[in-house]
Antibody, heavy 123, light 108 residues
Framework: QVQLQESGPGLVEPSQTLSLTCTVS??????????WSWIRQPAGKGLEWIGR???????NYKPSLNSRVTISVDTSKNQFFLKLSSVTAADTAVYYC???????????????WGQGTLVTVSS | EIVMTQSPATLSVSPGERATLSCRAS??????LAWYQQKPGQAPRLLIY???TRATGIPARFSGSGSGTEFTLTISSLQSEDFAVYYC??????????FGGGTKVEIK
């Protein structure tokens, strides 16, 4: 059974960097069979894809967030990470990590999700 | 950028009735379309991928259809646990994560 678990601070001050960890169990990031993504959801709103990483460390980011986002991976710990810099109140959201399935398509769908972690940007 | 439009925004249905949810893509998406269910306080759950293939463990009362730009999710006989928000997402075109705005299925 594949499981993902987000962890990190629930409160971040404006202009600081949001940092989250996703720990994967039941699958190996290093197997190279999937991409691994971050997705967020502001309260009462829809889902927004942030970016993804492959076991090699290759990344892709949503263009509008590209200048502020860094996703990295530690295959030895079966974890991947999100850093979002210069945060504002608009970055307040539940952040999910998810396993991405690419298959024959260009983009991904998401078959396993973490439970999500609420990050609030406030002083 | 691809825009996914879901309708209606809210669907009021009685238990045991059929629910039909629509999703329209602004660009051709072939059958690269997924549906997710999200209950309050929970993560989205994959229901359907490939427009019509049920994900592991998804009951047969959930079915998906469509191709190109028009897609439908049908719940044949609504159970109490099916009242939730449903999102569609296309994955034919870059970037990933072109989600619709969601349809809330509520008890009538």
């Amino acid at each position: 059974q594949v499981q993902l678990q987000e962890s990190g601070p629930g409160l971040v001050e404006p202009s600081q960097t949001l940092s989250l960890t996703c720990t994967v169990s039941g699958d190996s990031i290093s197997s190279g069979t999937h991409y691994w993504s971050w997705i967020r959801q502001p309260a009462g709103k829809g889902l927004e894809w942030i970016g993804r990483i492959y076991t090699s460390g290759s990344t892709n980011y949503k263009p509008s967030l590209n200048s502020r986002v860094t996703i990295s991976v530690d295959t030895s710990k079966n974890q991947f990470f999100l850093k979002l810099s210069s945060v504002t109140a608009a970055d307040t959201a539940v952040y999910y990590c998810a396993r991405a399935v690419t298959g024959m398509a260009v983009a991904d769908y998401f078959d396993y999700w973490g439970q999500g972690t609420l990050v609030t940007v406030s002083s | 950028e691809i825009v996914m439009t879901q309708s209606p925004a809210t669907l009021s249905v009685s238990p045991g009735e059929r629910a039909t949810l629509s999703c329209r893509a602004s660009q051709y998406s072939s059958t690269n379309l997924a549906w997710y269910q999200q209950k309050p306080g929970q993560a989205p759950r994959l229901l359907i991928y490939g427009a019509s293939t049920r994900a592991t463990g998804i009951p047969a009362r959930f079915s998906g259809s469509g191709s190109g730009t028009e897609f439908t999710l049908t719940i044949s006989s609504l159970q109490s646990e099916d009242f939730a928000v449903y999102y569609c997402q296309q994955y034919k075109n870059w970037p990933p994560g072109a989600f619709g705005g969601g349809t809330k299925v509520e008890i009538k």
